[in-house]
Every structure is written in C-alpha cells, then in structure tokens.
C-alpha cells in the first residue's frame, strides 16, 4: 500500500490495459487524463519489465487529446519549432525552458479567469480580445524576459558587456575554445541577438 504523498502506480499490461493498483481497478487514458486535471500523482509501470513508462503515455494522452475535434492547443508553428530542436545542441535548453514556462502560466491562469469574470458584462467577442489576449501577452513577455534572462547565463558575452553585442565580439572570444563548445556558443549568441531582436 503506498503512502498517502506517493503517487499512485498505473501497471500497463501487454494488451495495452491499464491497471490503477490504488482503486484496483482497469483504466483508460481518459481517466489518466482526468486524474491529471484533478492533480493526483501518479507513474505508470510496464507491468511484466517495471520499467518507468509514464512519458509515453502521458505524450499518447496529449496525443488523443489532440486528434479531439475543437482539442487541438498546440500551434503548427510551435509543433514545427518543436520537432526542430531534436536532435540539436539547444535541445537540453528545451525541456527547462518549456516547464517553467508551464508553471508560471499555471500560476497565473487564476489572474486569467478574474480577468474573465471582470469582463463578462461585455461580448464574447470583446471577453476574447481585451481580458485573455492581454493577459497572454503579459504571460508571453514574462516568459521571453525569462528566457533573455536565461539564454545570458550561457552566452560568451561578459556579465556587464551589453546583450546585443556584435557578431565579431561574439565570434572573437568564443573562438577561444574549439569544438563544439565553440559552436554551441555561436548558435546560444545567434539565438540571443534574434530574441533581442524580437523583443
């Protein structure tokens, strides 16, 4: 019996079942789904390895959640953007950079709905552009200020040099060290000066 913080093991059998050990009882990936929005922990085991398998089926999860009619959240630009990064040297960036923008998103969503409920004497239409798209692009520029933040931490500038420096600048000290430090540099350096540029 597991203690009452831990999370919840799912055991998946060979015939795709999914066993829930706490309530002993055969799940679907609607229930895990709906155990999720509900905020209980849990891992998910292949039932004959032990191997730790929640990743897969928390991505098949998102996966028939977006196949849904009118489900559908994640843009084609940003899945494109996504698929992009594998395999690159800024992939170990990623993951990080996409959680803690999901938190801090998660801890304003109730500045969102209060802004909903202000706006509800106006119509749907109006509710839609003014409270939610303002508060997103609030959300947005916190996170680009974020990730500035973060991308500064990994440049070759010095810690008071300005965030947009030149190319040569760039080019001259991170070719002090060769390999692929040096180009993970150039590439961090890329990325940095097209934020600044964005921003």
């Known amino acids: 019996m597991p203690a ?20 002993s009882t055969y799940v679907t990936l609607e229930d895990l789904a709906e155990m999720v929005k509900k905020g209980e922990e849990f891992t998910v085991q292949d039932a004959k390895t032990g191997e730790d398998i929640t990743h897969p089926v928390l991505t098949q999860i998102i996966f028939e959640l977006e196949n849904k009619d009118g489900q559908n959240m994640l843009p084609i630009p940003f899945l494109r953007q996504l698929i992009a990064f594998y395999g690159d040297q800024m992939q170990m960036i990623v993951p990080s950079f996409l959680e803690q923008s999901m938190v801090a998103f998660a801890k304003e969503q109730e500045r969102f709905r209060e802004q909903m409920k202000t706006s509800l004497g106006k119509s749907p239409m109006e509710v839609m552009k003014l409270a939610p798209m303002k508060a997103l692009e609030e959300q947005t520029r916190r ?11 990994f440049t070759p500038f010095p810690q008071g040099g300005p965030a947009s ?35």
């Not at 093991?9 to 015939?15: C, G, L, Q, S």
């Not at 002090?176 to 934020?195: F, H, S, V």
């Open 4 to 23: 009452k913080d831990d999370p919840v093991v799912i055991k998946k059998y060979a015939n795709r079942r999914l066993y829930n050990t706490g309530t």
């Open 143 to 153: 996170n680009m200020e974020m990730f500035q933040n973060a991308m500064r931490l």
């Open 165 to 199: 420096a030149p190319a040569e600048q760039a080019k001259q000290e991170s070719s002090e060290k060769p390999g692929d430090l040096q180009e993970l540099k150039e590439q961090i350096a890329a990325m940095q000066r097209k934020i600044d540029s964005m921003g």
